[in-house]
């Protein structure tokens, strides 16, 4: 079983920055796609940015300008740096490994963004 572990989340006032981490012991990671996606409350979990093995980003016209994903595959890491957060932002924010060429993909157990107006 995959096991990806986020952290980072917090509580944070409107116009803050936070820089969310997930990472993993798993060899697949630098031949998968990574994505954070995010669920708040009452609401479907609707995926906010996407980068490829090979580092090419994409992100939901939401928090494009403001949030940015990167990767590190030595360290098994996939990053997200939440900037000029609104409280619309608040959710709990999950990251998810899809190996290239794969169905299934895996969750990791989600972190809480809270941000205060």
């Known amino acids: 079983q995959v096991q990806l572990v986020e952290s980072g989340g917090g509580l944070v006032q409107a116009g803050g920055s936070l820089r969310l981490s997930c990472a993993t012991s798993?060899?697949?990671?630098?031949?998968?796609?990574m994505r954070w996606y995010r669920q708040a409350p009452g609401k479907q979990r609707d995926v906010v940015a996407t980068?490829?093995?090979?580092?090419?980003?994409n992100y939901a016209d939401s928090v494009k300008g403001r949030f940015a994903i990167s990767r590190d595959n030595a360290k098994k890491t996939v990053y997200l740096d939440v900037n000029s957060l609104k409280p619309e932002d608040t959710a709990v924010y999950y990251c998810?490994?899809?190996?290239?060429?794969?169905?299934?993909?895996?969750w990791g157990q989600g972190t809480q963004v809270v941000v205060s107006s």
């Open positions: 998810n490994l899809q190996r290239v060429g794969a169905i299934v993909s895996y």
């Open positions: 798993e060899s697949i990671f630098s031949i998968s796609t």
């Open positions: 980068i490829t093995r090979d580092g090419s980003t």
